[in-house]
């Protein structure tokens, strides 16, 4: 089996332990460490609630991306389609996998583009590996990535955990501010980084200040854990002392509640997505509540159709925008501005990390 | 099935779940982290303890009142019977369901009747929902209900979380404060608002203030969820995805024991009901000692009649205010007035509650 | 059966249920919130240490206090004998049961009568319930109590939840504050105030100050409760409204670490005894090092010889006192005087009652 | 038996029971308290990762020492053997149990010397009680057991709980300051100090000051609890009185994270090695974190070998380093140095510690 191959097989052991078995980090997202203050005097409709919302420009229905998660074999390439027409019909943005697969292999980018076919009117995120920009991705290919699902942002994904644990894994970080900035001046659109299940602390936040990134999604822990995920993959290879170590990573990470908090407490007014255990609407509007601009989900979305196809996609969708709304309404407000603005209590470890990282809410 | 017999069964379904299922909040009302000092040397007799006081004017034998709960059907209609029985033999207040249904319908309106019939000495507080409010309830029809159980008192029940989950709900809202202030300014009794699950905020309170109204029962989280009962509904009717929806709004709201502080620090002297998961005499003690005037009963009290009748619902409430004289006592106290000034110690997640929203509890 | 058999087989439920039943208070000492620092450079030897104390003027080998308990049946006439065995060999205090029965009747009489011939060398406990003392016990009768068992010291006890919760109690405590004073003025032996399992509150021990008593067990919530106690005999009576009232008061009352610092802001210096849930040396260890002079034990010691007769007790108390020193060494202490200083931490539930009723853990 | 007989038996006891049956504190050693901020921008290579530093100006590939354990018996030489190849072959230092039987007895020290046949190029640490210095362990004594493995360090482990809890144990430290002070002057080698699971407070590290000693090892709870071992002893000797004692010790002692803090805060740059309870890579860069210079391991590593040789032993070591590789990289660091300044929460009962010590946390 040659690289390419590993490649491959890889994607859909991802896919298939993220679907099928208990791929979830042992930390908390924190979030339940939040509680809305319901409000009960409402004079106005239910109906009157919007949640839409601007993605770079565009005009969405609600602040939820289905975040980049798959592509580059023809079972991730049947998931792509089924979400890109889901995130078309629900008017929200939709990343893909990462591409690197794709810019060798024409059938693996086939996988990819699919995305662009079926969501042409939604905001749609290209994405890469830290490592290939370590390793000097060119803008050349950074394009091709690009004109592939004719994107609207690109994403960086982060995964130094998952590189180091990876038997094959690439820990080779040491030119990437270099390759980073490069690549923001360069390429045609918005570059965004994406931590994909460890969090984002200030620190790190604070190394990007200048660089001209244009959004953050902070990935936090709490949701699907690449350390559970390559503890599963080293088990069927019989590593077992990288299962072990995966293991004890497990509840590693900033979890996205607090993740939130330390990229706007150095990023202001970026594009804030928090990716990383959001399971329901109640939790969407938690993360937007605490600063987010976007909550994402992968695991649960990809779940839905893996099992339901595109309907159970829509049913899923369904109940967390339905959700989303009703916290919306029985916080008192009409729409995202007010959602970040609403009391809200906060306890348990969130606050202690709240406290001792010097970190603030706001109530714009 | 037409809208009428759909509120008549709706009802009954309300009834069934509510004595049959786990129809309480997966959050809690709070109480558990109220404790009281005890205290020991006691220079009077237990006989001396009085719990009466006054509702509206009214002498009565304890702090309690028979939430609102039923009323419309041939069932309610017995259960309606057999509460108002227990409220004349306590002399305590009661108050009835909805009574929509009783406009329109004279057999409807018979199960309400009853109340006034076999109650006929101690306060009623007729009920009518803020939808009707909203959407413009008559002059006519409000004194329709206050007449229907000869009312001292008149409750518009909020409960825009279960509009919103009822596939038949009417979350529109849009014009309830303006309803609300013409009809306060013009029926016959006093108007109270009255949350049925999910609590009230100070928020929310202070929408209140200069329209009139004369009591406020929290209805706080932590008891009977109609979110829960409502999911319940769903899955009877197979709409999954609502079931879903409940479940996730099932700690949805403010506990009981937050809520009454924050009401308290809007309204100081307003009559305040605090009904909401409060389950025994110990725990009505702890909500008249957070500030509430009287403490309310649904779930507990209506159980104990369906499954004991009469004798069951007497055995329960025997039991309940048994247990508040003891509880008065023992904190060193003779009546209500001793209890409101009770020390006691405040743990857990409601001292977070208080501290973060800046509550008060006063000991007058 | 008259009154006398019922407070014959009172006596003797209580007994059977408390060494055959889970008969313990729902709510914790809090001493599992108390913590010693461990010390390791210890420059003497183990065998240095000694616990050794003062009981009113006697020297006693350690801190610890047989507590009261029974008297007046046969069965209970054995436990005595064996306690005062125990009580003798090991040098340490002993109490008995109320001696009420003991007043009237001669046999009953010679159940407590025992003690002093068992013990004749340790100082010895009387026993009689406050409402007695409300009710206008003579003197003559107290000196009979008190010569039964030729006391040192003569304990009234206080149980007001027990009294509201027997179907035969008397909560009559009207007079007791002035009884005690007549008491306390005219009884040939110093006069202690005795909680059974609800602990003491600051309150409660104002009420004591000038009234001349030398000292308080408080008796605090945690171990052996009256209410689990009552509620299985209500069972047993078929009284089930009893039954469950018990049940919503078995966590109820101080805790017994917690009531040690509310006495001792009220009396720095009184003889401070702490009975209630104390179940091994290193808890005697944390109640003298929270201000108690005394730990006392009913219900581990009880069960010990009812279990295993004077060997059972004698194996129970020598692992008690073993530990003690143990402790006090571990501690890095020599006797008590250095275990009332040595450093802790307090967390949990007991540090939030520390901070909200304003109290301090003395470091002498 | 005689005397000697029983020291062998009770080692290899001790052996038996550490690798076959529950062992640990029931209290926990409060890392689970210390949580990593995770850093995703990384800007050098998981290669460049250096974890080596210096232990007594030798050079070490790991801050890890395989912690003193056994010696004496035919089968802890074999253990110490293969403890010794792992230390050789890691390049970390080691160190032996108490060598008191090998003082005496020719074949005994041989299990002892292996160590230095076998790991002659790292530290190796002799070992010796407390008792033995209190009771005058002469120069000569202490130079055999230094040359016995060639020893760069010499131990004298403090076990005052254990001494009290074994049947045979001798609790005689009145002449131990002395003893040591003696020792500490006499001796070729530099002195550490060590606890074997109970761990060290401020106080006692106070009482140290001025001696000499050029370490601790604060051996603190949380892992292999001698209290549980004796206690399992006791069993099986039918001494139940004791196995009981022991449990009621099982939790007792200064958790391993506060014992850190609280010997740092007397002695700021003491070599500070933190034993008892650290079970992965990840619990190593917390010690280190929290201001050890070294982690110390003794069960986990004497399981791995006892159960799977040479190889499980190195089995575990690679997993353990790596982790702690992982963990510095993964907080931003190349080397101990960046990892003792990472950012940390603390929560829990260590922060309650670390408040009510007035501990710090030191960030150098
Ligand atoms: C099967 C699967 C594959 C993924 N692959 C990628 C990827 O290639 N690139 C990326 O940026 N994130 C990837 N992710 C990470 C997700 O975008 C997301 O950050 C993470 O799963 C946390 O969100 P969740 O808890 O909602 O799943 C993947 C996630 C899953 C479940
Ligand atoms: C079966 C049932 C029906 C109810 N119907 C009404 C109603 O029609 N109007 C109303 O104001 N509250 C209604 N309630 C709410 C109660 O008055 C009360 O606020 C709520 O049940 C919380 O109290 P609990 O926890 O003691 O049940 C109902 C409650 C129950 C259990
Ligand atoms: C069987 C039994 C009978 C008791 N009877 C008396 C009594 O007559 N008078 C009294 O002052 N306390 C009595 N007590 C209370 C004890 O003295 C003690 O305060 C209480 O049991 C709490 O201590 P413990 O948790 O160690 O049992 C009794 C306790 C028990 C277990
Ligand atoms: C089987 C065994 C024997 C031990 N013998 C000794 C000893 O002789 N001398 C000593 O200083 N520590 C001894 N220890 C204590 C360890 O060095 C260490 O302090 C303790 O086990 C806590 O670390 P752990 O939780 O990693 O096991 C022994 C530990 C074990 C498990």
């Known amino acids: 089996m040659n690289n390419e191959e590993l490649i491959f097989s890889r994607k859909d052991q991802h896919l298939i332990f993220a679907v099928k078995e208990k791929v979830e980090s042992t930390a908390t997202t924190m979030l339940e460490d939040v509680k809305f203050v319901h409000q009960t005097i409402l004079d106005y409709d239910f109906s009157e609630v919007d949640v839409s919302t601007q993605f770079f420009g565009h005009k969405v229905n609600a602040p939820l991306v289905i975040s980049g998660m798959t592509g580059g074999t023809p079972l991730s390439g049947k998931i792509n389609s089924m979400l890109a027409e889901l995130a078309e019909e ?56 690009i004109e592939m699902i004719d994107a609207d942002v ?77 503890g599963l993959r080293a088990r069927l290879m019989g590593l077992d002392v990288l299962e072990e170590i995966a293991r004890d990573f497990a509840d590693w990470g900033v979890p996205t509640a607090a993740s939130i908090l330390e990229v706007r407490s150095v990023f202001p007014d970026i594009l804030l997505v928090a990716t990383g255990g959001v399971r329901n609407g109640v939790e969407v509007a938690k993360v937007i509540r605490l600063g987010a601009d976007f909550a994402g989900m992968a695991l649960p979305v990809v779940r839905s159709v893996y099992h339901g196809g595109v309907p159970g996609g829509r049913r899923f969708l369904d109940k967390t925008l339905k959700e989303l709304r009703i916290a919306v309404y029985l916080v008192g407000g009409k729409d995202l501005k007010d959602l970040k603005k609403a009391p809200i209590i906060v306890t348990g470890k969130l606050k202690d990390w709240i406290i001792q990282r010097e970190l603030i809410i706001r109530s714009e």
Do not use: C, W, Y
């Open 154 to 230: 690109l994403a960086v994904h982060l995964n130094p955990l998952q590189e180091v644990l990876q038997p094959e894994g690439e820990p080779v970080f040491r030119s990437f501010l270099a390759g980073l900035e490069k690549l923001v001046s360069s390429v045609s659109v918005p570059v965004i980084l994406k931590q994909t299940g460890e969090g984002f602390a200030r620190e790190s936040a604070r190394k990007l200040v200048g660089i001209g990134i244009k959004g953050i999604d902070v990935g936090g822990t709490g949701g699907t854990s690449f350390a559970v995920i390559e």
């Open 90 to 145: 629900f008017h929200i943005p939709i990343g893909v996998g990462s591409q690197r697969a794709g810019l060798k292999d024409p059938s693996a980018a086939d996988t990819f583009r699919v995305v662009k076919e079926k969501a042409p009117d939604v905001p749609r995120i290209a994405n890469i590996g830290a490592s290939q920009v370590s390793m000097g991705l060119s803008v050349g290919d950074a394009e091709k990535l």
